[in-house]
């Protein structure tokens, strides 16, 4: 079993910034790649960015690259997402979740149960 808990969500205006923390315990987190998905209102969930287990390899949806930043400390069991420049269109619940391997890729195994993200215009 791995417990995903998420953090950090709000309201912000539209070009401001948050940081989404992910605390993972349960498993070894470091033998993991993790991702950060989302669910818009009346949308499908969506890949946004993940992580390789090191850290070495980081991928990002299109509509985020240049805005979002995803790391990971695997000393704390914790991963990150940094969100700057902000958009309306990026409101949505935002959930991370764990790879059962080192690659990114397939479905994840856990699911965190998400935070509210919602930026003004």
């Known amino acids: 079993q791995v417990q995903l808990v998420e953090s950090g969500g709000g309201l912000v205006q539209a070009g401001g910034s948050l940081r989404l923390s992910c605390a993972a315990s349960?498993?070894?987190?470091?033998?993991?790649?993790m991702g950060w998905f989302r669910r818009a209102p009346g949308k499908e969930r969506e890949f946004v960015s993940g992580?390789?287990?090191?850290?070495?390899?980081?991928y990002y949806a299109d509509f985020v690259k240049g805005r979002y930043i995803i790391s990971r400390d695997n000393a704390k069991n914790t991963l990150y997402l940094q969100m700057n420049s902000l958009k309306p269109e990026d409101t949505a619940v935002y959930s991370c979740?764990?790879?059962?391997?080192?690659?990114?890729?397939?479905?994840?195994?856990?699911w965190g149960q998400g935070t509210q993200v919602t930026v003004s215009s």
């Open positions: 979740a764990v790879y059962l391997q080192k690659l990114v890729g397939g479905t994840p195994g856990y």
């Open positions: 349960g498993r070894t987190f470091s033998d993991y790649a």
């Open positions: 992580i390789t287990s090191g850290g070495g390899t980081i």
